[in-house]
């Protein structure tokens, strides 16, 4: 079964801390990307943060880099210097490349950023 | 940048009604999807869509739904007979060259 587990249902930091948000997952292929979305109270769904499983360098989007471990099949969310508008839903997904490439979500983080 | 755009934003129909969501997908993409978000939970993957036919579907997909890409642009969705565990958000999505999906901003139907 493919599966992706996020641990944390909610947070709460004070603005321009750093936090981590956990994923896990689950899957038996090789060969798939890995993402972060992003979804606000308007629920329109952002793309964050995307990662190659074949890539071992973990990737970064200005205040966002993720925490990429294969073996272990986790793939954790780093925001720095977190802002207001950070308050959102985030979601952990992946991807198989092949067949229908549909994505696979946790059941998210509520993120909230406190002034 | 292209976006992927949906309609209706909000749509309310009656136990029972025919829906047609509409979304119209990035152009140059070839892979098309429906998923669907029950208020308060996580996003469900319902079907997906190439080569003018479905590829892969979920169980929650079930005879009364129905796909369609009538032109060259539009993909619609259509649920024959809403019953009230179909109000949810209905979003549709396309993908990119690196495998990201482009999301619309999605359709809140509410059935009564």
């Known amino acids: 079964a493919q599966t992706v587990t996020q641990s944390q249902p909610e947070m709460s930091v004070q603005e321009a801390e750093t936090v981590t948000l956990s994923c896990t997952y689950d899957?038996?292929?090789?060969?798939?990307?890995l993402f972060w979305y992003k979804q606000p109270p308007s629920r329109q769904m952002i793309l964050v943060i995307r990662?190659?499983?074949?890539?071992?360098q973990n990737a970064t989007e200005n205040r966002f880099s993720v925490n990429f471990q294969k073996a272990a099949k986790s793939f954790s969310l780093k925001i720095s210097d977190s802002q207001l508008g950070d308050t959102a839903m985030y979601f952990c997904a992946f991807v198989i490349i092949q067949g229908a490439q549909k994505l696979v979500f946790g059941q998210g983080t509520r993120l909230t950023i406190n002034p | 940048e292209p976006e992927v755009t949906q309609t209706p934003s909000h749509q309310v129909t009656q136990m029972g009604q025919e829906v047609i969501l509409r979304c119209v997908p990035i152009s140059n993409h070839l892979y098309f999807y429906w998923y669907r978000q029950i208020l308060g939970q996580k996003v469900e993957f319902l079907v997906s869509?190439?080569?003018?036919?479905?590829?892969?579907k979920s169980e929650i997909f079930d005879d009364q739904f129905s796909v369609e890409r009538p032109d060259g642009s539009n993909f619609t969705l259509k649920i024959r007979s809403t019953k009230l565990e179909d109000s949810a958000m209905y979003f549709c999505a396309s993908i990119g060259q690196l495998y990201e999906q482009y999301f619309g901003p999605g359709t809140r139907l509410t059935v009564t």
């Open positions: 990662q190659e499983a074949y890539k071992q």
């Open positions: 869509f190439y080569n003018n036919e479905i590829s892969e």
């Open positions: 899957t038996s292929e090789n060969n798939y990307y």
